[in-house]
């Protein structure tokens, strides 16, 4: 199993602030990383991947890639108490894989 | 269009039924998995077919079997399931390959009694 280490959270923020969420992941040939939204009791919800390093927006959210210190993060602008979710780290380290981190439980607190 | 559709949505059987959960995708997509996720836990992954041939197999119990039939349809048949295989279980497809976006079902709630 390949490791992928995200904080567990809780992490709460106020609306209107970042919220930041990070991710680490342990195998060096890993090509491509994404990040799910999860509802309790839903399925994960994709909403952004990222193949190169640097920093990739769309919309609210940001994400960020750093292959060297095999780092990727999250950030969310402008939280919303709609944004409080678990956010899933998932990385894919060769063909067809795709392996997730333990989540981080954001809450955005109105 | 990015659905993927599980049937069905919830299940509950005894330790001695068989039964099978359905999953289908249209997006021409020839990578379908299966996952399966306990209460606040990630996904795992079980099994990955790609190109129709099964390519990954997580070293799940053999009471779950996965079948594809073709390359828009993934089953995954139980027998003899034990009440910790209670779970929510989700399959994915994406294309094949090591950069591609891979997109959920809703998964089927499954309960052993």
């Known amino acids: 199993q390949k490791e992928v280490e995200q904080n567990s959270g809780p992490l709460s923020v106020p609306e209107g602030a970042i919220a930041s969420l990070n991710c680490t992941y342990s195998d060096r040939g890993s090509q491509s990383f994404f990040w799910y939204r999860q509802y309790s009791g839903k399925s994960p919800e994709l909403i952004m991947f990222?193949?190169?390093?640097g920093d990739k927006e769309d919309g609210r959210f940001t994400a960020q890639l750093n292959k060297a210190s095999q780092y990727v993060s999250l950030l969310i602008r402008d939280s919303q108490p709609s944004d409080s979710a678990t956010y899933l780290c998932?990385?894919?380290?060769?063909?067809?894989?795709?392996?997730f981190g333990t989540g981080t439980r954001l809450t955005v607190i109105p | 269009d990015t659905e993927v559709t599980q049937t069905p949505k919830h299940l509950v059987m005894g330790m001695t039924n068989k039964k099978s959960l359905k999953c289908e995708q249209h997006m021409g997509h020839r990578a379908m998995y299966w996952y399966k996720q306990k209460a606040k836990k990630p996904p795992e992954l079980m099994f990955v077919y790609s190109y129709e041939k099964l390519s990954i197999n997580e070293s799940v119990p053999s009471r779950f079997s996965p079948e594809c039939p073709n390359s828009s349809l993934l089953n995954l048949h139980l027998h003899a399931l034990q009440p910790e295989d209670s779970a929510l279980y989700l399959c994915?497809?994406?294309?094949?390959?090591?950069?591609?976006?891979?997109?959920f079902g809703q998964g089927t709630r499954l309960t052993v009694v």
């Open positions: 998932a990385v894919r380290a060769g063909a067809n894989n795709l392996f």
């Open positions: 994915a497809s994406s294309q094949p390959g090591d950069v591609t976006e891979a997109f």
């Open positions: 990222i193949y190169s390093n």
